[in-house]
């Protein structure tokens, strides 16, 4: 996929969306939203998912953009303010990768959830990025997915310790097979999904 910038004049329609989950629980706990999915492959126009936002409207009271990096894609800020436009909350998840782009959009956001790869820790744009999200005031929840074949002990404890170090909110840990990697005492007081 080619970077875009993000372009005050770029239209919703330019988002390329995988798919939509239209009623979910579990992209924004505590909130019923639709998750908008992007990705590589446009299977769904903008125009079915704002048609759905009119629909449910009263029904569902948020939208998450999340996916492939959302902040690579040139209409996300028209998306977002589209979407704002109907009355809905949005959330955004990312990862971190483009700080410029994030601040940006920033103001526009109610809820961010930054997926941090535990890898990774001398990620400098993730980092940035938790920073600016800290600064903004916008609620969000950092989240370090685990993946056996990726990451060892000592890099989800790195990680974890690494957040809490910049006075973030504790991570949050998932995984399908998160013991594979951790133990149950290990970071005992974070949640994990």
Do not use: F
């Amino acid at each position: 996929m080619t970077v875009a910038t993000l372009s005050p004049h770029a239209p919703a329609a330019s988002l390329t969306i995988a798919r939509v989950e239209p009623i979910s629980a579990h992209h924004w706990h505590g909130r019923l939203a639709t998750a908008v999915l992007l990705g590589d492959h446009a299977e769904v126009p903008w125009s079915d998912v704002a048609a759905g936002l009119t629909e449910r409207a009263g029904l569902v009271e948020a939208v998450m953009l999340t996916g492939e990096e959302p902040t690579e894609q040139a209409g996300l800020r028209a998306a977002i303010g589209e979407a704002r436009g109907l009355g809905y909350a949005v959330a955004l998840t990312t990862t971190g990768a483009h700080p410029h782009k994030l601040a940006e959009l920033l103001p526009s956001l109610d809820w961010v959830t930054l997926e941090l790869d535990a890898a990774h820790g001398d990620d400098v744009c993730a980092w940035s990025s938790l920073e600016l999200i800290m600064r903004s005031g916008v609620a969000y929840e950092v989240v370090i997915a685990v993946e056996p074949a990726a990451h060892t002990r000592q890099d989800v404890l790195n990680a974890a310790r690494a957040v809490i170090h910049r006075g973030a909110h504790a991570p949050v840990l998932t995984g399908r097979r998160l013991y594979d990697v951790i133990r149950l005492a290990d970071l005992p007081d974070l949640e994990r999904r």
